[in-house]
T-cell receptor, first 114, second 113 residues
Framework: EDQVTQSPEALRLQEGESSSLNCSYT??????LFWYRQDPGKGPEFLFTLYSAGEEKEKERLKATLTKKESFLHITAPKPEDSATYLCAVQSLPGGTSYGKLTFGQGTILTVHP | DTEVTQTPKHLVMGMTNKKSLKCEQH?????MYWYKQKAKKPPELMFVYSYEKLSINESVPSRFSPECPNSSLLNLHLHALQPEDSALYLCASSQEMGNYGYTFGSGTRLTVV
């Protein structure tokens, strides 16, 4: 069964203080790794999909990278509006018991103070 | 249209009530999902519909009954719920089951009293 572990559980940053969130995963065959942002009481908002080791994607202050065992979400010079819960999820290739499902990690609660 | 629309946004129901949650998408996606999310926890999969057929049921109690009337609509019928069923119920869709990223709706905040 697929497993996803995110760290840290919570991260407090000062505005402008760059940092990284970690997502470690175990999957029989990776179809894709996804990063979502979730604000309180709202549905997850799609950020990135990564498909193979070595792949990187960027969007504004966020950059996601992928290795064979983990993914990082790098946040450069964060602003208070970046405060949210960041969720990592994996999707398996057909044939595995988790096929058809998106398996989420517990999330990292990011707070950026002005 | 790149949205998944869920109604109602908030619902309070008694343990003897019957209510329904609705979800709609017009992106041509052929897979639709119901997730349940408790506070400070990740979303948990409940049901998956692929081409309007129920493909995955994650051993959800029968007091939750899903329905997919057509490729754009997904319903979740609720009956005789318990207070512990209070949660954020999320609908999502994707182009195909198990393929590509999911688009999530904003959710229905359900409170069972």
């Amino acid at each position: 069964e697929d497993q996803v572990t995110q760290s840290p559980e919570a991260l407090r940053l000062q505005e402008g203080e760059s940092s990284s969130l970690n997502c470690s995963y175990t999957v029989s065959g990776l179809r894709g790794l996804f990063w979502y942002r979730q604000d309180p009481g709202k549905g997850p908002e799609f950020l990135f999909t990564l498909y193979s080791a070595g792949e990187e994607k960027e969007k504004e202050r966020l950059k996601a990278t992928l290795t064979k065992k983990e993914s990082f979400l790098h946040i450069t010079a964060p602003k208070p509006e970046d405060s949210a819960t960041y969720l990592c999820a994996v999707q398996s290739l057909p044939g595995g018991t988790s096929y058809g499902k998106l398996t989420f990690g517990q999330g990292t609660i990011l707070t950026v103070h002005p | 249209d790149t949205e998944v629309t869920q109604t109602p946004k908030h619902l309070v129901m008694g343990m003897t009530n019957k209510k329904s949650l609705k979800c709609e998408q017009h992106m041509g996606h052929r897979a639709m999902y119901w997730y349940k999310q408790k506070a400070k926890k990740p979303p948990e999969l409940m049901f998956v519909y692929s081409y309007e057929k129920l493909s995955i049921n994650e051993s959800v109690p029968s007091r939750f009954s899903p329905e997919c009337p057509n490729s754009s609509l997904l319903n979740l019928h609720l009956h005789a719920l318990q207070p512990e069923d209070s949660a954020l119920y999320l609908c999502a869709s994707s182009q195909e089951m198990g393929n590509y990223g999911y688009t999530f709706g904003s959710g229905t905040r359900l409170t069972v009293v």
